[in-house]
């Protein structure tokens, strides 16, 4: 019987999330370590995007909607299903945030911030520098928040389609597994165990 095995990207690049997300309990480069979380979690759940939108819609409908905003496709797939995306509330605000964040890093510009304030000083006497918007969602209660958001998000949007699709493949089992081993089974861990989720 013939091996092959079934790589869902979307689960690295949370994996890649999970990751900066632990090395920023370090407080030596944790603002870098959290743009990395936040970066990796937006990356997962428009990888996530991507596989449900191809499953639901099929491989040719979905490669005309692939080339959308992640805001469209996410509104498309909950069309789709019938669930309405609300931004205005967790988890699918955090979509939004992440996004804006995703676009500012991806096409970072000099920025220049100005205030009517006095000049601060941290309590070990450094200069307090103003803090872009950038700065505001790099920390580590941000990006943990994220973190979880996305979790949500992909089991919200997962539920919702198999109650369309119950023979929906299971897009949240570990990035790599085989089908065909000597039993037939499908050998992988859902992302939500301990030891996949961490």
């Avoid at 091996?3 to 309990?25: G, K, M, P, W």
């Avoid at 979690?41 to 905003?69: C, D, P, Q, Y």
Wanted: proline residues 4%; hydrophobic residues 35%; contains cysteine.
């Amino acid at each position: 019987m013939p091996r092959t095995q079934v790589i869902n990207t979307h689960l690295d690049l949370r994996s890649a999330a999970r990751h900066f997300l632990t090395v920023a309990e370090n407080p030596e480069g944790r603002y870098y370590s959290c743009m990395g979380a936040n970066l990796f979690s937006f990356l997962s759940i428009e990888g996530f995007l991507n596989a449900l939108g191809s499953e639901l819609l099929g491989g040719e409908k979905w490669m005309a909607v692939e080339r959308e905003s992640p805001m469209e496709k996410l509104d498309r797939i909950g069309e789709f299903l019938g669930y309405e995306i609300d931004y205005q509330m967790r988890p699918f605000e955090s979509f939004h945030k992440l996004k804006r964040l995703r676009d500012r890093l991806a096409h970072a510009r000099i920025e220049q911030i100005s205030r009517n304030e006095q000049i601060r000083f941290d309590h070990e006497g450094h200069l307090r520098f103003m803090e872009s918007e950038i700065d505001r969602e790099c920390n580590i209660k941000k990006a943990t928040q994220y973190f979880k958001d996305t979790k949500e998000m992909f089991e919200i949007l997962e539920g919702e389609a198999r109650k369309r699709r119950p023979d929906l493949p299971d897009l949240l089992v570990a990035s790599r597994y085989e089908h065909g081993s000597a039993t037939g089974e499908v050998r992988g861990r859902r992302f939500n165990t301990p030891d996949a989720e961490g």
